[in-house]
DNA sequence: CGCCTCATTGACCTAGTTCAATTTGGGTGG
DNA sequence: CCACCCAAATTGAACTAGGTCAATGAGGCG
């Protein structure tokens, strides 16, 4: 079904009744495709829906004036790649498409409905935008703070955590669609630099990432390189 | 009055209406008062209320394992420095002084009571989190792709901005009380490369920073050097 | 087979760091 | 009112992580 990752995360963290399942199935409209490199939401345009990544990776982009530009988030499957764009109804950025994606739309005017005939929602959807914010909070950290090294070995626990809880990884092994180039406009690095660092993660017997497919070697080392802790990832259960 | 400074940037996006404005004031609680340094919310813990800062300037930080820190925000009067614990339950990082503070809480029973009775106010508030996340964004840009000069630059147009719509600036001047080493926590950079950046902005005839007071010579000029555009605050009014 | 994107490697360059020494200036106690 | 103190700011000199430029290799696919 179209929303099971999304279900698969909230459920991790929430009591999620059976009702609660089906309204928030019924509020999700048609769905749509967007090819590789695609913009599925351009920066700075009114939006009335927000769309959920069913499947493929995107990414959140803003464009630099030198041609430029930075990635801001990755989004994995069950991630609302603009829910923020309810309250924001613009958003500062684009959303573009990484590999081939397929989004399911949520219409704002649902969103409103499903807050008025249960609030607890409006907690719920609220956190889901929370966590981007911390997740942006965490690169800033990130690039601020750590050497190329420690950046890249992050990055690459940080996903390994977000496409567990959606069951896309394969033991300690999982597909990352991204070119070095892409992962420099993440890191805040240059392509050749992701290249140099990828050898010598590699070399130090940590992480490989070939092919698009990241394999760890040794996760524990990972996350002491990385300085790596979930934390801000909010994965365990709530209470509200 | 308590929220005034809250109700300016309300009022400056939304048609907000007495009984709101009343609705809003009779959730405020008490107030409490921080000295310059102290942690007003303490990254981690479990968090019943959210603070709005009534008076001073604080910033979120987190702490590094070498002993820095990296300051991710700054939040100035008017701002509610962690109305994100309402969704998040606990912080990723703390909320810390840097002048003397006073704040007032707002319960989160109350936030819940406020959203049950009038949802438009859920869409308000989730709002203002989101400005959060997109300064977040902005920084990220900063850090990752701007110089010394034009991160510094870029910061004082942002606060500049954020300041006026809370009437805390006199002209093109406004109090804006960091050290030069904070400057460099906030902006990725040693205390020694902020003295020198500052200088060059002074010589350039584009700010000065005394005393802890900007002073802006040249608006127009600051802002492009620095690539500023303030679309990511969304200052404007919204039509929800 | 040949093309085109992506990855790799080498040589050199630079923005910002590090370390260390002064200077400045506001606050405080005698 | 002066002497002292201490945090903050300034300046200089040497260093380095990562960038830039440019050439080469390696797949994958029409």
Chains 1, 2 share one sequence.
Request: proline fraction near 4%.
């Amino acid at each position: 079904m179209l929303i099971d990752k999304l279900l698969l995360k909230i459920r991790e963290r929430y009591r999620f009744t059976e009702e609660e399942e089906r309204q928030l199935r019924a509020a999700m409209v048609e769905t749509a495709k967007f090819k590789a490199g695609e913009i599925i939401v351009p920066e700075d345009q009114e939006v009335s829906f927000s769309s959920l990544l069913v499947d493929g990776f995107a990414c959140r982009t803003k464009y630099l004036k030198d041609g430029e530009r930075q990635i801001m988030e990755i989004d994995v499957p069950g991630d609302f790649v603009d829910l923020h764009s309810y309250p924001l109804e613009r958003l500062d950025h684009s959303v573009t498409a990484l590999t081939p994606c397929t989004i399911a739309k949520l219409p704002h005017k649902k969103i409103t409905e499903l807050i008025r005939s249960n609030p607890r929602l409006a907690r719920i959807l609220w956190f889901a935008t929370m966590i981007d914010a911390s997740i942006h909070r965490e690169w800033l950290i990130s690039i601020a703070n750590r050497s190329a090294l420690e950046r890249l070995a992050h990055l690459f626990c940080e996903i390994y955590h977000r496409l567990r809880v959606v069951e896309l990884t394969d033991g300690l092994s999982y597909r990352f669609p991204l070119t070095q180039s892409e992962l420099g406009e993440a890191l805040g690095l240059t392509a050749v630099h992701i290249s140099r660092t990828l050898k010598q993660l590699r070399e130090m017997k940590l992480v490989t990432f070939h092919h698009r497919v990241v394999n760890i070697m040794d996760l524990e080392r990972l996350k002491e390189v990385a300085g790596f802790d979930p934390a801000y990832l909010f994965l365990e259960p709530r209470t509200g």
